[in-house]
Nanobody, 123 residues
Framework: VQLQASGGGLVQAGGSLRLSCAAS????????MGWFRQAPGKEREFVAT????????YYADSVKGRFTISRDNAKNTVDLQMNKLKPEDTAVYYC?????????????????WGQGTQVTVSS
């Protein structure tokens, strides 16, 4: 499975962005999908995850209530809608896919990673 993330950009605090991750391959629906982010000088951190069917989601406390993860297995895509953005949301955002668990929050639980898309939130 190959993943291609897109949708990043520059936005003012309080604004919104929608990230999208397109997956190749016919086994997309068997993978849990997640979004992580990495700010300069910091470790990659979990943002959100969604299970194989899209029926279960889980979020980091820092984004709960502002971000929404969704997937379309027919189109092999997973999206991250980001609202009420804050400067501390600035990071490179990565999508990832894994089969180890239906809800996965650790980087080692993911098998495939996209290339990352930059999100910059100005104050």
């Amino acid at each position: 499975v190959q993943l291609q993330a897109s949708g990043g950009g520059l936005v003012q605090a309080g604004g919104s962005l929608r990230l999208s991750c397109a997956a190749s391959g016919r086994t997309f629906s068997s993978y849990a999908m997640g979004w992580f982010r990495q700010a300069p000088g910091k470790e990659r951190e979990f943002v959100a995850t969604i299970n194989w069917t899209g029926g279960s989601t889980y979020y980091a406390d820092s984004v709960k209530g502002r971000f929404t993860i969704s997937r379309d297995n027919a189109k092999n895509t997973v999206d991250l809608q980001m609202n009420k953005l804050k400067p501390e949301d600035t990071a490179v955002y990565y999508c990832a896919g894994g089969r180890s668990r239906p809800i996965a929050t650790r980087t080692y639980e993911y098998d495939f990673w996209g290339q990352g898309t930059q999100v910059t939130v100005s104050s």
